[in-house]
């Protein structure tokens, strides 16, 4: 059974910073790419960044800069360092492992509140 596992979140004032961690089990993490997502209320789920198994990484705009996402494959476990925060950056925060175009796994998200 495949599970993922996110820790980290809380409550942060603004240009503060957190760092959330996932951890997956019961595959082969190292083959393939992660995503952190996040969703706030009366909003869609968003991609926030994602790193593919060769490293390479992507981000949203509105991260960039301030976000950086990194992969431990000895440890089976990908991080989101989040500096700089801002209080629209106040989510549910989601671990994703995507198997291929239809298949991926989601962990129980975790929740980042950025507020003074």
């Known amino acids: 059974q495949v599970q993922l596992v996110e820790s980290g979140g809380g409550l942060v004032q603004p240009g503060g910073s957190l760092r959330l961690s996932c951890t997956a089990s019961?595959?082969?993490?190292?083959?393939?790419?992660m995503g952190w997502y996040r969703q706030a209320p009366g909003k869609e789920r968003e991609l926030v960044a994602s790193?593919?198994?060769?490293?390479?990484?992507d981000y949203a705009d509105s991260v960039k800069g301030r976000f950086t996402i990194s992969r431990d494959n000895a440890k089976n476990m990908v991080y989101l360092q989040m500096n700089s925060l801002k209080p629209e950056d106040t989510a549910v925060y989601y671990c994703?492992?995507?198997?291929?175009?239809?298949?991926?796994?989601w962990g129980q998200g975790t929740q980042v509140t950025v507020s003074s």
């Open positions: 019961g595959i082969a993490f190292r083959f393939y790419s």
């Open positions: 790193i593919a198994a060769g490293r390479s990484t």
């Open positions: 994703n492992l995507r198997i291929d175009s239809i298949r991926s796994y």
